[in-house]
């Protein structure tokens, strides 16, 4: 039996009836980075004894009969966010060797529910553009996108089978697009962000990267869970493991405001996808009040980067990468009245999206502009995801496409806002019919 091609759940499962240990598990999937690891260089800090203690700690748990929800399961964390027994370095020389004195709200959850916290994966510079080591296990001459790059790839090479990203324009599906693995970009404020390196206030969503719906929704349930600190945070909020989803299901296709940006390897076979599959599927335009999204996701995005990391601009400027030092220049010269001028835009678009919802249950758009760019200093192009991200609502990516080169292309599935177990749900049929 290959270990590292188990899904979390059946792992869980094996261990539950004492078939598999978790210490087993996790060595199973070292074993394969050590093997991998100077290919793709999806991880920024792992320490194999720090992993192989907390399985061990986890078997004691079973052994003692009190196991959490992810007992023993390992997972990546991008190194954005915060991890008392590790670095985290936000991929910058600015943070180099830095050390938080306390986990991340979500990191503390997985911790509670006994997961394996395996290690840190690579992230662009501050979740921005400029790419790490990171390479496409794919196609290692292809970038694996960004900024979660490192938690993608993990989970595509089958270094780890769940991984934690984040996506404040498309970094969590347009990475999953590119390396052909699942990414969940949940509600906003369905995630809490303490302890996570800030771009945007008002579009920064942690996410989750994983091989199968079910694996998301374990891990799903263990985080998706209020935190007060994150001001932002919807406190009424449960996610729940069982959906309300109605037979027969209604999808709209959405090309979108950006679809010229696309890569016409991409616009043919998402086409012919929408033409061929079994499902209710209408092809709908978005209207007018969409005709700028793009713009202002970019606005908003630009103007949030100038104040979170305007700091560092002005104290540590020769160590931030030229990619970096481009965005947030360009942040600086975001007016307040563009800023709110793009804020309220967005209100009316997410008025408009919500009447949509009223008539369909899913939308189905394309996840990335095409296969991943064969370019290591590109992390590609998120235009596909920005103002989805904008409008708050989850989404996710699913391997349903192929490239001119036989390389990945994800489809993008959005559903109404808190509606992210009918999401999986709803991915999960359409899995299931290709």
């Known amino acids: 039996m290959n270990l590292i091609k188990i899904s979390a759940v059946n792992a869980l499962e094996m261990m539950k009836r004492g078939e598999l240990t978790s210490e087993e598990y996790v060595n199973a ?3 394969h980075i050590k093997a991998r690891e100077l290919e793709v260089g999806a991880w920024i800090f792992l320490d194999p004894k720090l992993a192989l203690e907390q399985a061990r700690r986890a078997d004691k748990r079973w052994k003692e009969k009190t196991p959490g929800i992810l007992n023993g399961l390992p ?49 662009t510079e501050f979740a921005l553009s400029a790419p790490g080591k990171t390479k ?12 979660s790059s490192g938690s993608a790839a993990a989970v595509s090479d089958y270094m780890i089978p769940l991984a934690i990203g984040s996506q404040t324009g498309g970094s969590v599906l347009r990475p999953a697009s590119f390396t052909g ?30 091989n199968s719906t079910d694996d998301i929704k374990l ?3 263990v985080i998706l869970s209020y935190d007060k600190k994150d001001l932002d945070m919807d406190s009424n909020y449960n996610f729940k493991t069982k959906s309300k989803i109605k037979s027969p299901l209604k999808f709209a296709f959405v090309k979108g405001p ?6 016409e390897d991409m616009k043919e076979a998402i086409q012919k996808y929408v033409n061929d599959t079994h499902l209710d599927v209408t092809s709908i335009e978005l209207g007018d009040d969409f005709k700028e999204a793009a713009k202002c996701h970019e606005i908003i995005m630009n103007g949030s980067i100038s104040k979170s990391l305007g700091s560092y601009y002005k104290t540590n400027k020769s160590k931030l990468h030229p990619f970096t030092l481009n965005r947030i220049e360009a942040g600086i010269s975001v007016s307040a009245k563009s800023y709110i001028e793009a804020i309220e835009k967005a209100k009316k678009m997410k008025q408009a999206l919500s009447e949509i919802f009223e008539k369909f249950d899913a939308i189905i758009t394309p996840a990335a502009p095409g296969q991943a760019p064969r370019d290591l200093l ?32 994800g489809v993008q599935i959005i559903t109404s806002w808190n509606k992210e177990a009918e999401l999986l749900d709803i991915s999960n049929i359409i899995l299931s019919q290709t």
Do not use: Q
Request: contains cysteine; charged residues 20%; glycine residues 12%.
């Open 29 to 31: 999937f070292l074993e």
């Open 75 to 123: 997972i990546g964390i991008k190194d954005i966010i915060d991890t008392k027994d590790m670095p985290t370095e936000n991929g910058s020389l600015i943070h180099k060797g830095r050390r938080p004195s306390e986990d991340a709200y979500l990191v503390k959850l997985l911790r509670d529910a006994g997961a394996v916290i395996m290690g840190k994966c690579v992230t």
């Open 136 to 147: 496409n296990p794919k196609d290692l001459e292809c970038t694996p996108g960004g900024s």
């Open 181 to 210: 693995v699942l990414g969940l970009k949940p509600t906003f404020g369905t995630i809490s962000r303490s302890g996570i390196s800030p771009i945007s206030e008002r579009l920064d969503h942690p996410g989750i990267y994983a």
């Open 219 to 221: 891990v799903a349930s």
């Open 258 to 263: 950006v679809w010229g940006s696309g890569d």
């Open 378 to 409: 590109n992390t590609g192009n998120a235009i596909f995801n920005g103002y989805w991200t904008m409008l708050g609502a989850p989404a996710i990516s699913l391997p349903l496409l192929k490239g001119k080169d036989d390389l990945p292309i």
